[in-house]
């Protein structure tokens, strides 16, 4: 899969890319936190989630990750699919080149090819200018367990 110029987007395969994949994580979302390593990968839906790297020039330079769910609708019976999207991470030597935003978008695509009516993430309140954006709506406090952020979703129509 390719998404920009001299961005390819694909799912980790190696031994090599999954250990780059985790580091990256680690170090740029558990590691300013003072968290062990290892907590990147302490989320229950961790196993079920699928895994994005972003490579320039053979380099893992972006990571994310996302799962699939369901929720009840406001119909006795309805069901709804959304996509909670989480642990994204782009190497500190490689921001503001799109990577970010290709990894996004490809989650975003996926997510609507799927049938998914919506993506839910918890955003830091760093960060919550980029969703923004890209048409992400705040829907309150999100989870504070690894830094201050909000829960916001998009609507895939």
Known sequence: MTSAPNIELAEPKTQQEWAEYYRLRYERLRKPLGLPPGS?????SE???????????????GAGCWVVGIRSGSD???????????QMAV???FEGRGI?????????????AL???????????????Y???????EQGE????????????KRLS
């Open 47 to 61: 196993p079920s989630s699928i895994h994005i790297i972003a490579k320039m020039d053979g380099r893992i330079v």
């Open 40 to 44: 990147e990968r302490d989320d229950p």
């Open 142 to 153: 999100g989870d504070s367990r690894f830094g201050e952020s909000i829960s916001m979703v």
């Open 100 to 112: 970010g935003s290709a990894i996004t978008r490809h989650v975003e695509e996926r997510a609507r």
């Open 76 to 86: 006795p019976g309805a069901r709804r699919m959304f996509v909670r999207f989480r």
């Open 115 to 129: 049938g998914a009516v919506e993506i839910v993430g918890n955003v830091r309140t760093e960060h919550v200018g």
């Open 91 to 93: 190497h500190s030597e």
């Open 131 to 137: 969703y923004r954006r890209r048409g992400w709506i």
